[in-house]
């Protein structure tokens, strides 16, 4: 069985540092915040500078759960799950936004391959979760409509 | 009061976290609409969680997470883990807030 | 012939004051029965999820952890805070304030007027040598009454109109301006939330007229925090072009006692998460 890496010796982040003492409060040392993926305003360009490559596989094990409309883009739910084994990392991406990387899950091996949170999302755009199994990046995506200009105010 | 509240169950070994932390996740492109001035970016960049002391999941999180951020994941776990949550802002900002698994 | 008979209403409002409050509520209720067929009446007090799927289930997904539980717990601070004479807001109130919510608003016989819960926690300030608050921009009043509303989760409205001159004409106010046209687009409450609940209005759904008191104040993820109902009130007024009213005022007021009259029997649920 295929050990998964725990983060200390595993590089999250292709091009970033491998390991940098953080501000956190534990003595462990854990991989720095990805400066520089975060500020990308391109989707492949973001996916390259995550995983060093744009190679992804749509997978029908991935499961992205997202509204088809939005009812506000301020907050829309989003939950990524997936049936596949050592995963590493969840990845979510929202293309349209200003800078696509919206946030990066890094699971030990305790951790369950099922994550969710709630994202900002300034127009409607293709959200694309991507999960990290083995060596390969394994992708579901959805197109989540945004609206504006409603009575209600 | 911590920022940090923080639910945590298991069922069939496995525990559901669910946390709501109150944090302005300011993306720094908002104005101020009186002054004009830009918001300066105030958001939450790492959070860290533990289960009896043993990592669980590193999260980093850019300004596109909503206000008063909400978080859920799972590990394999057991009733009354402690579990813990830690969060640092881009301004060097943080907490810490701990709760049993029921 | 139900439909025919709310038309009729709008546009002869002096038939208006014929109905009696029991007979208008009927009708409501058997108005909603016939449009929305598959939705039971206490999921009423759900607003537009009640109707709506898609917009359900992003609500269930925020209910999973509302953010209105911050909200809560700095109503429940807020209400626990002594006033600068040593009393606290549950000194007004029976039951020292908790668990009272669904008892406003209702119609104070000895002041000829109505008196909501925000009105009366203002009240309770000015009465204690505090400065009334404001019922907008989601501060102290908000979340007070948001923590008032989170206590009396589950217990069932039930407004009277004591039969008297003064209570029934408060009635009518509150109704005549929920069905009266106005605003430069010359719409009223009913007009979105009677005849075109459930259909969209550009990118929105409204939301049907049963149950809106019961979820206020609500929090609005799009404006980042509490919203009273005098202030959803006032900005519909404005949304339509009109002009808004003071919160605590007794236009609103009483329009606040003809709504809630009109959700009897539905549950408290604020302060509800809405978009």
Known sequence: ?153 | MSTIKLRAKESNGVVTVKALIKHPMETGQRKNKKTGDLIPAHYIQEVHSKANGKDVITIYWGPAVSKNPYLTFKYKGNKGDNVEISWVDNQGNRDTNTGKVK | MLRKLLVVLLLFPAMISLASPEKDFEQFVDYFKERFPNTPYEDYKNGVYSIDKSAREQWEAMEEFPPYELNVDRGEELFNTPFKNGNTYGSCFENDGIGIRQNYPYFNEKKGKVVTLEGALNECRVKNGEKPLSYFKGKELAHVSAYMAYTSRGNKFNVQIPNTKEALEAYENGKRLYFTKKGQLNFSCADCHVYQTGTKLRADIPSPAIGHPTHFPVYRSGMGRLVTLHERFSGCLNRIRAKGLPGGSDELNNLEFFTTFMSNGLEVNGPGSRK
């Not at chain 1, 409060?25 to 990308?40: E, H, T, V």
């Not at chain 1, 997978?59 to 939005?70: D, E, G, N, Q, T």
């Not at chain 1, 030990?108 to 409607?124: N, V």
Request: aromatic share 6%.
């Open chain 1, 1 to 153: 069985m295929k050990r998964r890496n725990f983060i200390k010796n595993s590089i999250l982040f292709a091009g970033a540092l491998a390991v940098a003492p953080s501000a956190i409060l534990s003595n462990q040392a854990y991989a720095a915040w990805p400066k520089k993926s975060f500020d990308i305003k391109d989707l492949s360009d973001s996916v390259i500078s995550v995983y060093g490559h744009n190679n992804l596989e749509e997978s029908s094990k991935v499961k992205l759960k997202a509204p088809a409309i939005a009812e506000n883009g301020a907050i829309v739910p989003i939950n990524v799950s997936t049936t596949l084994d050592n995963v590493e990392s969840i990845m979510i991406f929202v293309e349209n936004n200003p800078q696509p990387l919206s946030s990066g899950y890094q699971l030990t091996s305790l951790a369950q391959p099922s994550i969710g949170t709630r994202l900002k999302m300034g127009k409607t755009s293709n959200v694309m979760a991507a999960v990290k199994s083995g060596d390969k990046i394994y992708t579901s995506t959805q197109e989540v409509k945004v609206t504006i200009g409603g009575c209600g105010g």
